[in-house]
């Protein structure tokens, strides 16, 4: 990544109405703090503006760390023996479920490993139909639960479930062709398909990238932010690419020992984080955006710098403790705490100090998705 050959003012760049790929890689890569902040400051005041002082919860519950994928990247992935694999069961989701309607947090997010068979597919099925049954609707259920159907999604979503967060990974096909196995369960456009599948069903649909992957340029991020605003997306979820060591993709950062030419340090894989929800806030505006726990990993204020970027969802993890440590995709996730409520009165706290509030009992949809769908 270069560094701009002339100064760059980033408020002429951010008074236009509508940036191209230059602007962004400009504003992905200027140096000087200065500009780097206004930008920041920009994207919290389109936050304010569009989306309110509020940050919405999503209760996390990680429902199988099963997958039929193997992706180069995740810790989850099919192939690495040393995941102790599990699967929750309806009760067990039901249950984290209750906790979290009982204690306001208003939404859940049930996230899972890929599976497409029948048993995978009724168990959330039956456990979104339990948990609407048992909370009269007042819960709001996001799934990431991977590439499915549209039969499979409009089922879920007849069950009641409303969201659906899908990353991309990364726009560049030539890129994801690097970071995938090159067999019919990894291709580019069936994830776009299962995207375009997630519209056409009717759900509030989010993507997202990893930002720092090994051969990844900021040109490839400026059209990571372009293809967002292109599919019209209701939703974003990215955060900073972190190695794994049993992984394809971890072995070779770790075998290249300390020089390594294609992994950015980890300050600034977060840096390019921090700027990716910052623009992705000032040019999708309205869209719910969130302050992934990847952030939190690589700097222990992660999550508020992400808020005060223009983030505005939070995901506390509530994944059964004795599943700890199972659902590993990247090094260094935080364990899952004895109680989830402690992270969200920390932030809670955190974010008074600024005016902002946690939205209680609120599903915080975002705004956007309704102007789409009028
Ligand atoms: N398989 C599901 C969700 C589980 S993985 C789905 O595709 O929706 C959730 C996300 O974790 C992935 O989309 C990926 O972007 C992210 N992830 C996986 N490995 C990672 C790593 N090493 N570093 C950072 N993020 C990673």
Known sequence: MMAPPIKIRTDSILAKPRFDREDLVQMLTVKEDREKHRIFRKAYETKKTFAGNVVYLRGLIELSNICRKDCYYCGIRRSNPHVNRYTLTREEIVEKALWAWRRNFGSIAIQSGERTDKPFIDLITDSITAIRKETSNALGITLSCGEQTLDTYRRWLDAGAHRYLLRIETSSEELFRKIHPDNEIHRYNDRLLALENLKKAGYQTGTGVMIGLPGQTTDDLANDLLFMRYFDVDMVGMGPYIPHPDTPLGIEMESQKTEIPSL?????????????????????????????TAMQVLDPDGRMKAI?????????????????????????KPMVMDDPMVAVKELEIRLKSVGEIIGYGKWGDPKHYFKRTQ
């Open 308 to 332: 005060l970027a223009g983030a505005n969802v939070f995901m506390p993890n509530m994944t059964p403790k004795i599943y700890t440590g199972d659902y590993n995709l990247y090094q260094g």
């Open 264 to 292: 950015l340090p980890p300050a600034e894989r977060f840096d390019l984080s921090l700027r990716m929800i910052a623009l992705a806030r000032i040019m999708l505006k309205d869209v719910n955006i969130v302050a992934s």
